[in-house]
């Protein structure tokens, strides 16, 4: 099992859908959790980041927490053209309480958002 | 608010050529990151500052070095460029270990 796997995708949505993007992590001693956006030939953006179980939202984004099942996902409301792009969930593992902030990404899905 | 800063942006080596890949962080961040894209496979962390004069390996550092040469700057060496060591090499800099990363635009190294 990956320690970080995502939904394999692509996933396709109509614009004006929820965009549905999920993650599952094996290390439960994990803590943190971020969602980052990667245009095609560009560098990682923040998204979301998330520490707490349950949702958190900002703006057309929702990150979403379940410690317990270890799943992390993110919904994009009313998806947009310009949400297109790979979504990439990082995992910080927090090994023995200290956060040395060493990320574990899985492997990303790609969202493709069609007029 | 250059941010993360990474030169050069497109690098061609020969197998066994050395080369260093530099960033520079103008955010008073601690901490430091190098990190390598390989299609459909994530990013995967090479090694990482946690403080100035700290360096420690990630997941994947067979191959390089590090120097945080101070605050702001933490290069990344390949001492003997292998085919294997073709990818896209990110440096990402965070104010402490549970705080969101910040990337810089990246170098896309190409080893022939």
């Known amino acids: 099992q990956k320690e970080v796997e995502q939904n394999s995708g692509p996933l396709s949505v109509p614009e004006g859908a929820i965009a549905s993007l999920n993650c599952t992590y094996s290390?439960?001693?994990?803590?943190?959790f971020f969602w980052y956006r990667q245009y095609s030939g560009k560098s990682p953006e923040l998204i979301m980041f998330i520490y707490s179980n349950g949702d958190k939202e900002d703006g057309r984004f929702t990150a979403q927490l379940n410690k317990a099942s270890q799943y992390v996902s993110l919904l994009i409301r009313d998806s947009q053209p310009s949400d297109s792009a790979t979504y990439l969930c990082a995992v910080d593992r927090n090994a023995g309480g200290t956060s040395y902030g060493k990320l574990t990404f899985g492997q990303g899905t790609i969202l493709t958002v069609h007029p | 608010n250059a941010g993360v800063t990474q030169t050069p942006k497109f690098q061609v080596l020969k197998t066994g050529q050395s080369m260093t890949l530099q960033c520079a962080q103008d955010?008073?961040?601690?901490?430091m990151y190098w990190y390598r894209q390989d299609p459909g496979m994530g990013l995967r962390l090479i090694y990482y500052s946690a403080s100035e004069g700290t360096t420690d390996k990630g997941e994947v550092p067979n191959g390089y070095n590090v120097s945080r040469l101070n605050k702001r700057e933490f290069s990344l060496r390949l001492e003997s460029a292998a085919p294997s060591q073709t990818s896209v090499y990110f440096c990402?800099?965070?104010?402490?270990?549970?705080?969101?990363?910040?990337f810089g635009d990246g170098t896309r190294l190409s080893i022939l």
């Open positions: 955010m008073n961040h601690n901490s």
């Open positions: 990402a800099s965070g104010n402490r270990g549970n705080q969101p990363q910040h």
């Open positions: 290390d439960r001693g994990s803590q943190s």
